[in-house]
């Protein structure tokens, strides 16, 4: 299957400080990228999906201002968690999917803890 | 709102035994089907596509698919330990032309050794 990176793994950041997030799609042209987010023992959440060169779509309830995403390539997306506090504390997860599938293959996840 | 339905579980099966896991779906217009597997702490992974009604094996993976009933199926042949961990059905939106899947919240099976 494809592969998808993500960095960092882990991060640890004080509250009001922002983190940006990394996802490269490493052997494929990831057209459409997504971002979840996952608290213990819950489903995964759709936050945003991402097209090359677009803005990004976000969910319903999903604050833009906060969650900037940038998908500047065909191989690389970013979140940046801006003025992140303690309940952004959260497992980030981003997939990536090809033009003309709609399999999604996800990167490895970053685990974000605001202190 | 397109729903996807699983049985949370947990799901306990003897090591060696068949899993049966199963999915139901609202949006009568989809196409693409996917089962991921989800261990804890980590990220989900791809294990099956389907796309036509019928089964398609992989190893010991079998996906079996009814779009006249809008239900999905994967069966774990020869049940492991390592099996154990949280499966996802996920199905794409055939109305909105959105590429985004809609994600079940998974059903734990357990394997006991």
């Known amino acids: 299957g494809a592969v998808v990176s993500q960095h960092p793994s882990w991060v640890i950041c004080k509250s009001g400080t922002s983190v940006k997030i990394e996802c490269r799609s490493l052997?494929?042209?990831?057209?459409?990228m997504f971002w979840y987010r996952q608290f213990p023992k819950q489903s995964l959440m759709l936050m945003a999906t991402?097209?090359?060169?677009?803005?990004?779509?976000?969910e319903q309830g999903v604050e833009k201002d906060k969650f900037l995403i940038n998908h500047a390539s065909l191989t690389l997306s970013t979140l940046t968690v801006t003025s992140a506090h303690p309940e952004d504390s959260s497992f980030y997860i981003c997939?990536?999917?090809?033009?003309?599938?709609?399999?999604?293959?996800f990167g490895p996840g970053t685990r974000l803890t605001v202190t | 709102q397109k729903e996807v339905e699983q049985n949370s579980g947990p799901l306990s099966v003897p090591e060696g035994a068949i899993a049966s896991l199963n999915c139901t779906y609202s949006?009568?217009?989809?196409?693409?089907f996917f089962w991921y597997r989800q261990y804890s702490g980590k990220s989900p992974e791809l294990i099956m596509s389907?796309?036509?009604?019928g089964d398609k094996e992989d190893g010991r993976f079998t996906a079996q698919l009814n779009k006249a009933s809008q239900y999905v199926s994967l069966l774990i042949r020869d049940s492991q330990p390592s099996d154990s961990a949280t499966y996802l059905c996920?199905?794409?939106?055939?109305?909105?032309?959105?590429?985004?899947?809609?994600f079940g919240s998974g059903t734990r099976l357990q394997v006991q050794p």
């Open positions: 949006d009568r217009g989809s196409q693409s």
């Open positions: 052997d494929f042209q990831a057209t459409t």
């Open positions: 997939s990536g999917g090809d033009r003309g599938s709609y399999e999604q293959y």
């Open positions: 389907i796309y036509s009604n």
């Open positions: 991402s097209n090359e060169g677009s803005k990004a779509t976000y």
């Open positions: 996920a199905v794409n939106n055939a109305d909105t032309g959105r590429r985004a899947l809609t």
